[in-house]
Nanobody
Framework: QLQLVESGGGLVQPGGSLRLSCAAS?????????IGWFRQAPGKEREFVAS??????YFADSVKGRFTISRDNAKNTVDLQMNSLKPEDTAVYYC?????????????????WGQGTQVTVSS
């Protein structure tokens, strides 16, 4: 069974940074998986944040220039580095995966998900 586990969430002040990790359990997170990060704030729909397909990366306009996504093959993770955080970045962050090389921003295109990790940006 393919499972993903997120970690690294927490409380941070505006302007601060956090690094989220998405770890694979039971399989190798190699280049043949597209991994996406999504977030969901209270009362809002889950929205695309970033994805990595093969070695190409994609970002929502709201996080472009502030977030980066990368693979750590040694740790079998996909990490989301979040800098210059804003209060509007507050949400539960989820990583998701799909087999293949075609990138996608659509929630329904992903086949397996993690349980989420809370990120709160507040002073």
């Amino acid at each position: 069974q393919l499972q993903l586990v997120e970690s690294g969430g927490g409380l941070v002040q505006p302007g601060g940074s956090l690094r989220l990790s998405c770890a694979a359990s039971g399989f190798t997170l190699d280049y043949y998986y597209v991994i996406g990060w999504f977030r969901q704030a209270p009362g809002k729909e889950r929205e695309f944040v970033a994805s990595i397909a093969w070695t190409s990366t994609y970002f929502a306009d709201s996080v472009k220039g502030r977030f980066t996504i990368s693979r750590d093959n040694a740790k079998n993770t996909v990490d989301l580095q979040m800098n210059s955080l804003k209060p509007e970045d507050t949400a539960v962050y989820y990583c998701a995966g799909k087999l293949g090389l075609v990138p996608t921003t659509e929630v329904n295109d992903y086949d397996f998900w993690g349980q989420g990790t809370q990120v709160t940006v507040s002073s």
